[in-house]
């Protein structure tokens, strides 16, 4: 082999054996280095009497027209770990980062007895606690498969941790 060809196929080995966080677009940095930071009081952000079907089927036609993912986020106002997510995506630094690659909606699926029904479209049969988060793209793929629950101790986690799991879908 020529040495052109032996360099390119040692980059098609580097890129095949990288895991796929490896192309994952950068998180940003996120200013607050504690979610005790966080301002108060911590928003809610699940709408009770919202059509969870129209909010999903309007963030995943808004996603696919400007090219993101759509993160459908689910949870109930009563769950300190989906405020602490909901306060730390309203920071500034955050924000403009998830407005960028994300078109959020969030789902109250009360206390597991409310629109289950949307995340068991996409193979979700169970909530394991929450928020828990699919990630779809444009042609309504799911992104992240298996990691559903990641966030559902979000209060223990670092901002910039969180901040790192969002960034881990974005290509």
Request: net charge positive; proline share 6%; glycine share 6%.
């Amino acid at each position: 082999m020529t040495t052109r060809l032996l360099a390119a196929a040692a980059i098609i080995a580097t890129l095949i054996a990288a895991p796929a966080s490896a192309f994952a677009a950068k998180a940003p940095t996120v200013a607050i280095k504690s979610l005790a930071d966080l301002p108060t009081p911590l928003p809610y952000p699940y709408d009770e009497k919202a059509d969870a079907e129209a909010d999903v089927a309007a963030a995943l036609k808004r996603a696919k027209k400007a090219h993101k993912l759509t993160l459908i986020d689910f949870g109930g106002n009563w769950c300190p770990d989906c405020r602490i997510f909901a306060g730390l995506i309203e920071q500034p630094d955050l924000k403009k980062w998830v407005d960028k690659h994300y078109e959020v909606v969030t789902v109250n699926v009360g206390r597991y007895d409310k629109n289950m029904q949307i995340p068991a479209r996409y193979g979700v049969d169970k909530l394991k606690g929450v928020p828990s988060f699919l990630v779809v793209d444009g042609d309504g793929k799911l992104v992240n498969d298996g990691a559903f629950f990641a966030l559902t101790d979000a209060r223990h986690m670092t901002p910039q941790s969180i901040a790192d799991w969002l960034a881990q879908w974005v290509k």
